[in-house]
T-cell receptor, first 110, second 118 residues
Framework: DAKTTQPNSMESNEEEPVHLPCNHSTISGTDYIHWYRQLPSQGPEYVIHGLTSNVNNRMASLAIAEDRKSSTLILHRATLRDAAVYYCMANSNSGYALNFGKGTSLLVTP | EAQVTQNPRYLITVTGKKLTVTCSQNMNHEYMSWYRQDPGLGLRQIYYSMNVEVTDKGDVPEGYKVSRKEKRNFPLILESPSPNQTSLYFC?????????????????FGPGTRLTVL
C-alpha cells in the first residue's frame, strides 16, 4: 500500500466548493486511489475511487494528477452534512484491510 | 435496504466475561471484516473472511476470535475481554475479497459497537 499524506484539518463555508488534497508519491501502477469518509458517530462510507482518469459520482469528483502521485477530492457545494473525516487511500483492490490513516477532518460552517 | 448490521450497539462488561458481537449483511457479500477504532490509532483490521469457513488474521487479532459458518454472518468473539479491548468496533463487507484491475470492491460498514471493558 502506498503511504498517503493529508492535511489534518480543513474548513469550508457552506455551499462553497471544497478541495481536499492527498499525496501518494509511492503509488504503484495497479493501486486504486479511493476515498472514504466517516461522519460523526457513524461507520466509514465509500465516497469515490479512481485509477488514472478523473471520476465523478453523485457525491464528489476525484481529480488525479497525471503522474498519479497526488489526487484531490472535490465536493462541489459543501453542506453541513459533509462535515466528516475524509480518508484517502492508495492500494490494490484486494479487498483486504483499508489503511485509513488519520484523514482530514473537514469542518463546514454556515 | 442493503446494509450491515451490528449488535449490540453499546456494551459495558467486566474483565473475563465472554461476549459476542454479531455482524450480519444482506448483500450476499463474500468478504467480511472487523476493525477497531481507537483515538490516535485510527481503524485497524482485526480479522477478515474471504468466504464461508475462510478466515484470517488482520493487524491486531490477539484476544479475538471469529467464525464464518454462513455467508451473511461474521460474529466477533472475545473469550476473555480485557480493558485494553475497550474500543469502537466496526464490521465491514464487500462483494469480493479479491478482484482484478477491472473491478472495484467498495466496502460497506456497519454502524459500530462501542465496547467498554471494566
Amino acid at each position: 500500500d502506498a503511504k498517503t499524506t493529508q492535511p489534518n484539518s480543513m474548513e469550508s463555508n457552506e455551499e462553497e466548493p471544497v478541495h481536499l488534497p492527498c499525496n501518494h508519491s509511492t503509488i504503484s501502477g495497479t493501486d486504486y486511489i479511493h476515498w472514504y469518509r466517516q461522519l460523526p458517530s457513524q461507520g466509514p462510507e465509500y465516497v469515490i475511487h479512481g485509477l488514472t482518469s478523473n471520476v465523478n459520482n453523485r457525491m464528489a469528483s476525484l481529480a488525479i494528477a497525471e503522474d498519479r502521485k497526488s489526487s484531490t477530492l472535490i465536493l462541489h457545494r459543501a453542506t453541513l452534512r459533509d462535515a466528516a473525516v475524509y480518508y484517502c487511500m492508495a492500494n490494490s483492490n484486494s479487498g483486504y484491510a483499508l489503511n485509513f490513516g488519520k484523514g482530514t477532518s473537514l469542518l463546514v460552517t454556515p | 435496504e442493503a446494509q450491515v448490521t451490528q449488535n449490540p450497539r453499546y456494551l459495558i462488561t467486566v474483565t473475563g466475561k465472554k461476549l459476542t458481537v454479531t455482524c450480519s449483511q444482506n448483500m450476499n457479500h463474500e468478504y467480511m471484516s472487523w476493525y477497531r477504532q481507537d483515538p490516535g490509532l485510527g481503524l485497524r483490521q482485526i480479522y477478515y473472511s474471504m468466504n464461508v469457513e475462510v478466515t484470517d488474521k488482520g493487524d491486531v487479532p490477539e484476544g479475538y476470535k471469529v467464525s464464518r459458518k454462513e455467508k451473511r454472518n461474521f460474529p466477533l468473539i472475545l473469550e476473555s475481554p480485557s480493558p485494553n479491548q475497550t474500543s469502537l468496533y466496526f464490521c465491514a463487507s464487500s462483494l469480493r475479497g479479491l478482484a482484478g484491475a477491472s473491478s472495484y470492491n467498495e466496502q460497506f460498514f456497519g454502524p459500530g459497537t462501542r465496547l467498554t471493558v471494566l
